[in-house]
């Protein structure tokens, strides 16, 4: 038998007895282990998560779900194919060997591996204030739980809704509020809605946006206390400018945090940002080294990305659970000449004040931007970014068929400003500073990430967390 | 019945809404918003409606019976 043939009967021997645990059971877990069998994985799979539901999708939680038209345990996700796993639902993972190829599970099980999908995603950032945070009426979103206790808060009728935090859950929530005719106010750090992820100039456009549909929003302050009645129910919010606000609900909108605690003490680069993997899903162990057998999809992922300079790249996209689950799932069960790299072109959307706003590329990643198409005035027109006379991003208010005309540019490196588009050209087409604030500034960070080069980063995520 | 839009994918074409009406909804000009686990009863409105996208973003449940994980 030659070396070629071996290691043929090899890979065909772990896709028919290897044992496969995929941690996180949400998009990603699910569409990987759709992807495994799909690659002809036949071996035991066990798919571990630690909310008691089957996969759910979570975009439609903070829109037709806040509104009252779609029940929150209501989108529960199409299945693709037969994935004939064990679920271990409801029980989190609390700890990885990797000598023992063991996951540790919150109830003592030990669940052994031959490879490891981490794909336990992100949570919510909860109120700063513990005792705040705790009182009847404070709420955060990111579960179907979570949506089901504040749609029912919403559909009480409070007096008015405060919003902290004004990124895109924080600004779909205001525009629903709106449309169930709430009261509502929106308290933001920085000096517009969604500057994070699309810099001052369109957070100019979606300040505007919020205001004409009556939001009541507030930009440059903070919210420094919750208070709660003597039942234990907020009631009142202060402001940093000294102000008071009578509220019956507060919905604490601060971003995510990822869950990479139960991972402490593995030896894998993972913190702050997530966990590093190599641009084929491999996780990279503390050192910077990659392994074979661990493999990471969606949220809690962090890869060089060639089109930004090979940075470490950490994306909340929906796509990229998709197709990160796709390729860790094809490189699980594939050798070295087979592996495929997982290099998206960062791409989402969001539904706000009738809006259809979407976007591709990195927009952070750019110091300028050029309005290329339509009329902000009509909320209808397309704007690209650029750094350095390349193009690196681009967003749509209600003209997405653009999208991929722009994302095709991205992808080239394009140059900026791009040539006019030959169709329905705005009369300024003058490229201005793009806006974007200090990564250091404390406000809603955007969901597409530059984490910097170094798999383990030391600056800000590789942190050993206080035992 | 469960299905999930691609919304990246989906480019606001509307095709799907007039034949799944009470499924599929344009919210503004371009946006669309669903219900991800309708009734059965609107399979076949559902799956025209998938049938007609223009840009296929309409992903329909391929189980039958999902009896896997559906432990809540």
Redesign the interface.
């Known amino acids: 038998m030659n070396t070629s043939t071996m290691v043929t009967a090899l890979v065909e021997n772990f896709k028919a007895n290897g044992r496969i645990v995929i941690v996180g ?1 949400s998009l990603a877990g699910l569409r990987a282990a759709e992807g495994l069998r799909n690659e002809g994985f036949s071996g035991p799979l066990t ?1 571990i998560g630690d909310e ?4 759910y ?1 979570r ?2 939680l903070s ?2 779900v806040l509104k009252g ?2 029940p929150a ?13 064990e ?1 271990r ?2 029980v989190a993972a609390t700890g990885l060997d990797r000598t023992s190829k063991q996951v540790r599970l919150a109830n003592g099980d030990q669940v052994p591996f031959d490879r490891l999908l981490i794909a336990t995603g992100t949570r919510a950032r909860p109120w700063f204030n513990p005792a705040e945070a705790a009182l009847d009426g404070v709420f955060t979103l990111r579960t179907c739980d979570d949506a089901a206790r504040l749609q029912a808060a919403l559909a009480a009728g409070p007096r008015r809704v405060l919003i902290i935090g004004a990124g895109f859950i924080g600004s779909e929530i205001a525009s629903v509020c709106r449309e169930l005719d709430l009261a509502v106010t929106v308290a933001e750090r920085a000096e517009a809605p969604l500057i994070g992820a699309l810099g001052g100039v369109i957070g100019t456009i979606a300040a505007e946006m919020q205001r004409d549909h009556g939001v009541d929003l507030r930009t440059g302050v903070s919210v420094e206390a919750l208070e709660g009645d003597a039942g234990g129910h907020v009631r009142r919010a202060r402001l940093s400018d000294g102000s008071t606000l009578d509220v019956d609900v507060v919905l604490a909108s601060l971003g995510s945090i990822r869950n990479t605690e139960w991972l402490e003490g593995a030896g894998l680069a993972s913190g702050f940002w997530g966990v590093a993997c190599d641009a084929g899903c491999r996780a990279f162990d503390i050192n910077g080294v990659v392994t074979d057998s661990i493999f990471v999809a969606g949220d809690i992922a962090r890869a060089p990305h060639v089109l930004y300079e090979y940075q470490f790249l950490s994306l909340e996209h ?2 990229n659970a ?1 197709f990160g689950a796709e390729v860790a799932a094809h490189n699980m069960v594939s050798l070295e000449p087979d592996r495929r790299p997982h290099l998206p072109l960062p ?3 969001s ?1 706000q ?4 706003i ?1 976007g591709v590329g990195v927009g952070p990643f750019g110091d300028e931007i050029v309005f290329t198409q339509g009329s902000v005035k009509e909320r ?1 027109f397309a704007a690209v970014y650029g750094r350095r006379g390349r193009i690196v991003a681009a967003v749509t208010f ?1 003209h ?2 653009w999208l991929e005309y722009y994302g095709a540019m991205i992808e080239r490196s394009a140059p900026f400003p791009p040539p006019p588009a030959g169709f329905d050209q705005p009369a300024d087409m003058q490229p201005v500073p793009a806006q974007f604030p200090d990564p250091r500034a404390p406000t809603a960070l955007p969901d597409v990430v530059l984490t910097g080069h170094d798999p383990t980063e030391r600056g800000a995520e590789f942190r050993s967390r206080r035992r | ?4 839009v ?3 994918r ?3 074409y509307a095709q799907c809404v007039p034949l799944a009406p009470d499924v599929l909804k344009l ?5 669309l ?5 309708p009734d059965d009863s609107q399979r076949q409105r559902v799956l025209r409606a998938a049938a007609s996208c223009p840009v296929q973003a309409i ?5 039958d019976d ?1 009896e ?5």
């Open positions: 059971a798919i008691p539901h089957e996969p999708d975009p439609p829109k037709q038209w779609v345990d209501h989108t529960k996700l199409p299945r693709l194919r037969a994935v004939d796993a679920w639902l409801g929906w796509d998709v791409a989402f959307w539904g004040f009738g809006v259809n979407k209808r209600n997405g068929k | 019945m469960r299905i999930v691609d919304l990246n989906c480019q606001g919210h503004g000009e371009e946006a918003m669903y219900d991800p686990n992903l329909v449940e391929r189980l999902t896997e994980g559906a432990t809540s």
